[in-house]
Nanobody, 130 residues
Framework: QVQLVESGGGLVQAGGSLRLSCAASGRTFSMYTMGWFRQAPGKKRENVAAINWSVGSANYSPTTYADSVKGRFTISRDNAKNTVYLQKNNLKPEDAAVYYC??????????????????WGQGIQVTVSS
């Protein structure tokens, strides 16, 4: 069993930055794909970014991003610390949501699919004021 705990959320002004962290328990963290999802009120949960456990190949990138956050968000992982990060820059009001960390053993083509993940954090609120 893997437990995921998010931290780093809060209130930020538009144009500001936040870094979310997700600490994972378990010795097999380095072998999991990790993703960040978000859900705003009245909207469906969407994938923001994901990072594969491997370095990628000619067929797939080790990271994926939603079009709405490309160039502003960066996902990274530190396997020695069992932690995945989401650096969010130039935040916009539409980035406000509850952000969830997720992990699991899934193929690269499923990195953006919430149903493919096995483990989820409890979620953390990010509020962006205009």
């Amino acid at each position: 069993q893997v437990q995921l705990v998010e931290s780093g959320g809060g209130l930020v002004q538009a144009g500001g930055s936040l870094r979310l962290s997700c600490a994972a328990s378990g010795r097999t963290f380095s072998m999991y794909t990790m993703g960040w999802f978000r859900q705003a009120p009245g909207k469906k949960r969407e994938n923001v970014a994901a990072i594969n456990w491997s370095v990628g190949s000619a067929n797939y990138s080790p990271t994926t991003y939603a079009d709405s956050v490309k160039g502003r968000f960066t996902i990274s992982r530190d396997n020695a610390k069992n932690t995945v990060y989401l650096q969010k820059n130039n935040l916009k009001p539409e980035d406000a949501a509850v952000y969830y960390c997720a992990g699991g053993s899934l193929p690269p083509q499923s990195m953006g699919v919430s149903e493919a993940y096995d483990y989820w954090g409890q979620g953390i609120q990010v509020t962006v004021s205009s």
